[in-house]
Every structure is written in structure tokens, then in C-alpha cells.
């Protein structure tokens, strides 16, 4: 069974920076594409950048664009999201998403199947 813990959330003042990590056990690691999504109170939970198992593709959500860092160590089984110039707007729960299928790269919310906890990130102004 697949385990995902993140670490590394916390509270920060806007235009700081926060690096978050994911370790991942339970499955070959490498061949699975990775998400980062964040779930702020009253919104929907939404991806805000994407890994595929190589690490060659990437996907960003327009507003983290230029901000935001994702990227995988497959030796070590844990994927990074570097953040930048944080702003309030990014203050929500960042939760690790691992891909349902080995080999595949697409980026709908319902691709990823297994999650972590969950970690807390909070930009005061």
C-alpha cells in the first residue's frame, strides 16, 4: 500500500519562501507522475503543479507559474515543491498526490490516487 508524508509547510510572511517534501513508499516509485494540490477553506482542491515519473514533464497552474519549483530525487522517493515570493492568496492545506496509473502522464484531479495528510501553509500580509 502506498504511503505519501509531507513535511515542511508552515507560516511565512508574503515574498517568502517555503520548501515542501513529500516521501513516498509502497510502489515503484519513478514510474508514477506526482501532483502537489492545495485546498483553501470554501474552495476546491486544486493542482498546482505536476511531475511525470521521469521528471522531463511539468505542469503549472497560471497563478504558481514563475513561483513555484516541483521536482523529484526518484533515488530518494520524494518530491519537492519549492515556493517563491509567496503571496496571502497561496495560504492553504498542500497535499502530495501520487498518479493512479505507472507510465502516464495526464493532470485531471481524479488521475491521482493516493494522498498524503496534508500539510498547512500560511503567507501572512
Known amino acids: 500500500q502506498v504511503q505519501l508524508v509531507e513535511s515542511g509547510g508552515g507560516l511565512v510572511q508574503a515574498g517568502g519562501s517555503l520548501r515542501l517534501s513529500c516521501a513516498v513508499s509502497?510502489?515503484?516509485?519513478?514510474?508514477?507522475?506526482m501532483g502537489w494540490f492545495r485546498q483553501a477553506p470554501g474552495k476546491e482542491r486544486e493542482l498546482v503543479a505536476g511531475?511525470?515519473?521521469?521528471?522531463?514533464?511539468?505542469y503549472y497552474a497560471d497563478s504558481v507559474k514563475g513561483r513555484f519549483t516541483i521536482s523529484r530525487d526518484n533515488a530518494k522517493n520524494t518530491v519537492y515543491l519549492q515556493m517563491n515570493s509567496l503571496k496571502p492568496e497561496d495560504t492553504a492545506v498542500y497535499y502530495c498526490?501520487?498518479?493512479?496509473?505507472?507510465?502516464?502522464?495526464?493532470?485531471?484531479?481524479?488521475?491521482?490516487?493516493?494522498w498524503g495528510q496534508g500539510t498547512q501553509v500560511t503567507v501572512s500580509s
Open positions: 498526490a501520487a498518479h493512479r496509473t505507472p507510465y502516464t502522464v495526464t493532470w485531471g484531479k481524479t488521475d491521482f490516487g493516493s
Open positions: 509502497g510502489r515503484t516509485f519513478s514510474t508514477y507522475a
Open positions: 511531475i511525470s515519473g521521469s521528471g522531463r514533464s511539468l
